[in-house]
């Protein structure tokens, strides 16, 4: 039987007793059913019946619900009874990844699907260790302007409350360091909420921690969504809030997470699906070292294809997948290419190769991964044709070669 877009949205974190914690959390915050309804845009009994436990609320309800702040539903890491703390999409079938991942890796060769990269725990480690040598540290992650991007967006959200969803979030240092910073910048108690979104349950996890020790004193509810960003407009929580609420989405693509997005276009279609105007955006990326028409230039720029291979760092992130999954394998050997086909104009992407040789089988190449560098000027133009007006831009780290662009969608 076929399935709707809806049913297909997979929600098992309702807690049994949600109707009862509903009527708890409403009657705290003073709020009568009338008054809720208002709120929401919801009928009276419908709430009554979620309140009585007659109903299972659907996840456009829920997401009525959720977007209410005063009731408190997804604060998490406060011991005051139940809350909803995780959130499952269906496309997070781990099982399914796995047995996908080494289907491929198993394959003829081709393409590694990027989300692969991260999926098993061993590789999720590795990309841990990789982000935080004290090297990139020093270069990049500390020196992203998280407070001028927090003082930019503060003055776009003219008060009203904020809800930071961090897609690709990882160990969900920068999104953290980003909130802290609007924190700052807005009245006690800061009207704030953080939403944190990865593939990976081991780097989810490192980032709810992350995030819950530093804002969990400051009463910031943080609430972990084990998904894929492919699959934003099935994920209830980050739906465009209904009109009814006032409060703006800051979506966040952090560390290089906008260059593992294999369709730009289409993920901001779906963005702009997930959002509604005044909503902000924050995009994090490495940029061109030469334009993206003039290879020659790039390739006496770039680093990472100076040897025709990648950095030496890298090599037990890029071939880990291989050597765990791939049966039979006797080699790798590892090298870096340039690649024009890239979708956004001006963009152009590394790619990492790997010439794998298998016991009686013919030679299988595999693209591991693609390491995507942007024109800020040229990114710009192209979200503006997407919904997408860039607001602000800053470039940051060593000889200016990482940017960040703050968006608004129109
Ligand atoms: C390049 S890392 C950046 C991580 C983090 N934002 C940072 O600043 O270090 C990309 C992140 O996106 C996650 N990721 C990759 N594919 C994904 C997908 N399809 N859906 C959700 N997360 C994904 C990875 O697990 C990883 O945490």
């Known amino acids: 039987m076929e399935t709707t877009a809806a049913e297909e949205v997979f929600v098992p974190d309702v807690p049994p007793n949600f109707g009862q914690l509903l009527q708890s959390r409403r009657v705290e915050a003073n709020l009568t059913i009338a008054a809720l309804a208002k709120k929401t845009g919801l009928t009276r009994n419908t709430i009554v019946n979620i309140e009585q436990g007659s109903t299972t609320p659907s996840p456009q309800t829920m997401r ?222 490495q940029l061109v070292r030469a334009p993206a028409d003039q290879p020659e230039l790039i390739r006496a720029a770039e680093p990472l294809l100076k040897n025709g291979q990648p950095p030496e760092t890298h090599h037990k992130f890029l071939t880990g997948p291989l050597k765990r999954h791939c049966e039979g394998l006797t080699h790798i050997k590892l090298r870096s290419v340039l690649s024009p086909h890239c979708l956004v104009p001006g963009s152009y992407a590394i790619e990492f190769w790997g ?4 016991e009686y089988e013919p030679k299988r190449r595999f693209l591991i991964q693609r390491v995507k560098r942007y024109d800020l000027d040229k990114l710009s133009t192209f979200l503006s044709t997407l919904g997408w007006k860039t607001l602000q831009t800053w470039k940051y780290g060593p000889g200016k070669l990482a940017g960040v662009l703050l968006a608004q969608r129109q």
Request: aromatic share 8%; charged share 25%; hydrophobic share 40%.
């Open 64 to 285: 009525r619900l959720l977007a209410v702040k005063a009731l408190r539903l997804l604060e998490t890491g406060t011991g005051e009874g139940p809350s909803v703390e995780a959130w499952f999409t269906k496309a997070y079938n781990p099982i399914d990844l796995i047995d996908g991942m080494t289907a491929l890796l198993n394959g003829p060769g081709g393409r590694i699907e990027q989300t692969y990269l991260y999926l098993d725990p061993r590789s999720a480690v590795d990309y841990f260790v990789l982000c935080n040598t004290a090297e990139y540290v020093a270069a990049y992650r500390e020196k992203i302007p998280h407070d001028q991007i927090a003082e930019r967006i503060i003055k776009e959200s003219k008060g009203v409350g904020l809800d930071v969803d961090g897609l690709g979030c990882g160990d969900g240092k920068s999104e953290t360091a980003l909130i802290q910073r609007l924190a700052d910048r807005m009245p006690e108690p800061p009207d704030l909420q953080l939403y944190l979104l990865d593939i990976s349950h081991v780097l989810l996890s490192e980032g709810y921690r992350t995030a819950l020790n530093s804002l969990a004193p400051r009463r910031i509810p943080v609430f972990g969504i084990h998904g894929s960003f492919t699959d934003i407009s099935k994920n209830p929580v980050l739906f465009a809030h209904p009109l009814t609420v006032k409060r703006l989405r800051v979506f966040t693509l952090y560390g290089g997470t906008f260059g593992n997005i294999n369709d730009e276009p289409w993920f901001f279609q779906d963005l702009e699906a997930c959002s509604q105007p005044g909503d902000l955006l924050v995009i994090d990326c």
């Open 355 to 358: 010439d794998v040789e298998v």
